[in-house]
Nanobody, 129 residues
Framework: QVQLVESGGGSVQAGGNLRLSCAIS????????MGWFRQAPGGQREGVVG???????????YYADSVKGRFTISQDNTKNIVYLQMDSLKPEDGAMYYC???????????????????WGQGTQVTVSS
């Protein structure tokens, strides 16, 4: 059984930074994908960052145009944590952020908003102008 727990959300002013963490308990066997998704009130869930990890050690990433150059996904394998570093935050980045995981075969780029098996409970990010 895999469980994902997000943390690190909060309120910041525009231009500020936050680092979200997704702690993974259990193990996503073999190759797998991790994604960060967000959903603003009244909006649809969108995938903003995707990560594919292979057992051979290679990885691939996807960033939505809206966050490219500002957000960075990384993984600490020793701690089984996936991070989302968010820099230069904008008010439109404010949303509930969710991390999700899925064993291979999986998608780490659009359309990948559906199909992930494991989801965290979400962490709120608020960006004031």
């Amino acid at each position: 059984q895999v469980q994902l727990v997000e943390s690190g959300g909060g309120s910041v002013q525009a231009g500020g930074n936050l680092r979200l963490s997704c702690a993974i308990s259990g193990r996503l066997m073999m190759d797998y994908c991790m994604g960060w998704f967000r959903q603003a009130p009244g909006g649809q869930r969108e995938g903003v960052v995707g990560l594919y990890i292979s057992t051979a050690g290679s990885s691939s990433t996807y960033y939505a145009d809206s966050v490219k150059g500002r957000f960075t996904i990384s993984q600490d394998n020793t701690k089984n944590i996936v991070y989302l570093q968010m820099d230069s935050l904008k008010p439109e980045d404010g949303a509930m952020y969710y991390c999700a995981g899925d064993p291979w075969p999986c998608a780490y780029y659009p359309p990948f908003e559906s199909g992930y098996i494991y989801w965290g409970q979400g962490t709120q990010v608020t960006v004031s102008s």
